[in-house]
Nanobody, 127 residues
Framework: QRQLVESGGGLVQPGGSLRLSCAAS????????IGWFHQAPGKEREGVSC????????YYADSAKGRFTISRDNAKNTVYLQMNSLKPEDTDIYYC????????????????????WGQGTQVTVSS
């Protein structure tokens, strides 16, 4: 069974850091573009960052630039989102998603048209 499982969320103080992980089971991520999204209750899911299958291309939302870093370790079948300088407004459920289609990475990330999604991990930034 194909699954994406997020981990690494939790409670952190403003200015702190978290590293989210997205691990795949039942399939290999080598040929998949991966995206991280966040969603607050009652709001639409928004892209945070996306990465190409090779890792050579990345996209960051303006809110993530300079603070978050997306990376992938295909040998471990895992993609990471390093989140630094966290702010209370970063509080949300974070989801990872995978897609092997042909849509350009930027279009894919902005449209959230990924084929596989994880269940999400809660990130709470509060003092």
């Amino acid at each position: 069974q194909r699954q994406l499982v997020e981990s690494g969320g939790g409670l952190v103080q403003p200015g702190g850091s978290l590293r989210l992980s997205c691990a795949a089971s039942g399939f290999t991520l080598d040929y998949y573009r991966i995206g991280w999204f966040h969603q607050a209750p009652g709001k639409e899911r928004e892209g945070v960052s996306c990465i190409s299958s090779s890792g050579a291309s990345t996209y960051y939302a303006d809110s993530a630039k300079g603070r978050f870093t997306i990376s992938r370790d295909n040998a471990k079948n895992t993609v990471y989102l390093q989140m630094n300088s966290l702010k209370p407004e970063d509080t949300d459920i974070y989801y990872c998603a995978a897609d092997s289609g042909r849509l350009h990475l930027l279009s894919l990330c902005l449209s959230a048209q990924f084929s596989s999604w994880g269940q999400g991990t809660q990130v709470t930034v509060s003092s």
